[in-house]
């Protein structure tokens, strides 16, 4: 039988691998080995006369409720810790001064320890961004219930919720959780009771067709892809494995996944009327530029925000200013003026 722990040492479990990930994703290669996002198989047809000014290259949306200035979102990355709380303090900063969309990592960590709570908490620092609470899927069939997915979103004052999915991670985690069974009727229930949207996101492995429609008929707001080709968390719980069998476990899985590229099409199939936001492995706005006209309707990125965040919201903020260029120039030299223009934009497969 697996071995019952007490909610203090579970609380403290939770914090190491938080502090064990943000290391590892910082020191070690944990891309994946050889399969890529698919997006590098794509190109825009350049437009040598696209009659736009690039000044008036229009790149706002607004998504529940909220107005944005681009489509781009500082994918969940963290909390739980000390370093994480000047981490998603410098993000958030970011994200109110360009005015994008951002959200937390997973929150399990402060509901089992509330004195962890600050560590997620930026609506001091951000109070006009797009924010997102984050919660494993899992969890609903370890305790969880409706109430603690809204003490998530009550937590930090968030605008939607995210379920994410990791069932791969888990899998290889030696104290991982792997009791996915019965999961879509709970997310309905929840879809129904919560006062904001839910979002299900992968977590760099990517949602097929199938798993997009079953998600879209229980109810999901919108659908966070992160493909393969990006981190790769089964490379990440390889450098954190405790013994050699969980570490050759964990590393036969490092190229598993549905490409980003693939997946997005995928999601767009099996749930047609939903938005979908594009993550995994993007690298720069013509990536971002890429996936919204494949259908998404924002861009995700997380790495190079974090490597940013521990040096400065500045240089958080500087990030943001190059993938934004570099979207807008792609819009541009594609003939887009908008967003709406770029999501009808014709791709070559090369």
């Known amino acids: 039988m697996p071995e019952v722990m007490k909610p203090g040492a579970r609380a403290a479990q939770t914090e190491r691998r938080k502090v064990d990930h943000i290391r590892i994703n910082l020191e070690e290669d944990v891309r994946f080995p050889r399969l890529t996002t698919g997006l590098e198989r794509y190109r825009f047809l350049h437009q040598a006369v696209p ?77 006009d961004v797009l924010l997102f609470a984050n919660v494993g899927a899992v969890q609903l069939n370890y305790g969880y219930t409706v109430e603690h997915l809204r003490r998530a979103v009550d937590m ?18 030696p104290e991982g959780d792997g009791n996915f069974k019965g999961l879509l009727a709970k997310i309905e229930k929840a879809c129904r009771a919560l006062p904001v949207p839910v979002i299900a996101k992968e977590v760099g492995w990517g949602f097929s067709t199938e798993a997009a429609r079953a998600l879209a008929g229980v109810g999901v707001a919108a659908i966070d892809v992160a493909g ?77 925000f974090l490597k940013a965040a521990v040096v400065s919201a500045e240089q958080v903020g ?17 003939g887009a003026r908008d967003l709406s223009a770029l999501q009808e934009t014709r791709l070559v497969r090369v």
């Open 156 to 173: 930090i004052e968030a605008d939607a919720l995210i379920l994410h999915f990791n069932a791969l991670q888990e899998a290889v985690q």
């Open 51 to 127: 009659e736009l000014d690039l000044a008036e290259i229009d790149t706002t949306l607004t998504l529940f409720g909220r107005r944005l200035d681009a489509p781009l979102l500082i994918s969940s990355m963290t909390g739980g810790t000390a370093e994480a709380q000047q981490i998603n303090e410098n993000l958030a900063r970011a994200a109110q001064d360009a005015g994008i969309a951002i959200g937390v990592g997973s929150q399990r960590a402060a509901i089992e320890n509330p004195a962890l709570a600050a560590t997620y908490q930026v609506r001091h620092v951000a109070p």
């Open 318 to 334: 500087e990030v943001i200013r190059e993938v934004r260029a570099q979207l807008c120039i792609a819009m541009f030299a594609a």
């Open 228 to 304: 393969a080709g990006g981190t790769s968390w089964s490379e990440v719980e390889y450098h954190r494995a405790p013994n050699a069998f969980h570490a050759r476990v964990a590393r036969s899985f490092a190229d598993w996944g549905i490409p980003t590229a693939e997946s997005i099409q995928m999601v767009r199939a099996g749930a047609p009327g939903l938005p979908v936001f594009a993550s995994g492995g993007l690298e720069d706005g013509i990536d971002v530029a890429k996936c919204i006209a494949l259908g998404a309707c924002l861009g995700g990125m997380a790495g190079r």
